[in-house]
């Protein structure tokens, strides 16, 4: 008879790792972010030996652990490897693009990128700064954007001088938003494009694990934002220079467009092919 009563023999599976979960294999890249899980250490990849792996995290404190310890991504374990050799190819940008090699930086178009502020500028410049160089593009900070539509009306933008900017909090019923549909309806309204992020500020565009944040914290409208983001990561907040510290530590943590959020991602991209569009052919 085929048929046994009794069922297959059990030994003959791997019936040890039955219902085990599998945990996947990670090359330990520079600059991967990961958790030790026995010491809670959460720091990015900076160097690896063959045996050894060193973590830095936010604060800029280092450990050495093994290769062979137990780590974790988003809080699933992983199983760091070494990384395999790459084939040589081209190269990439901090944005995801292309590298383009020795090529000198282009001489600035007549269009330009406006940012609120200091801060903007500088996180577009560390992730696209390259992209920018060989494209010719100017990005400059308005110190904020209430004063937005006389600066469009100075600047007097037309097909081949275009303007792209980009603001915090561009949500519906925002300040932000009102200045926006201004500008949108004005008389250079065709050569200007407006986008904007959904974040109080830029700070909160770098994912908040970069820094040893699960989520970025809800700070009362009572107390200022910044000094708020300062207090809950444990930074002096006093005086403007601790601020601008705090943001140096941050933006320390953003080392390609993989540290920010997609919501800026698609903006700054989006500008970027405003502002270097074609003039159509006559």
Known sequence: MDDDRYGSDVLATDWKNAGRKTVPTVEAVRDLVIEEAATGFCGAIVRLEAQTVELEDYFGAK??????ASFLIDGEPVKLVVPSRAPAGRGRTASGSFAVGEQKARVARASRIFVEGRHDAELVERVWGDDLRVEGVVVEYLEGVDDL?????EFAPDRGRRIGVL???????????RIAEQVARGPFGAHVLVVGHPYIDIWQAVKPA????EAWPSIPRSVSWKHGICAALGLPHETQADI???????????????????ALLGRVEQLIDFVTEP???A
Do not use: C, M, N, T
């Open 244 to 262: 601008a510290r705090a943001w140096k530590r941050i933006l320390g943590q953003v080392r390609s467009y993989a540290d920010l959020e997609p």
């Open 63 to 68: 450990r050495v652990f093994p290769l062979g």
């Open 279 to 281: 003039l159509p052919r």
């Open 210 to 213: 970069r820094v040893g944040l």
């Open 167 to 177: 603001v915090d909090h561009l949500v519906p019923g925002s300040k932000e938003s």
């Open 149 to 153: 539509d006389a600066i469009v009306r």
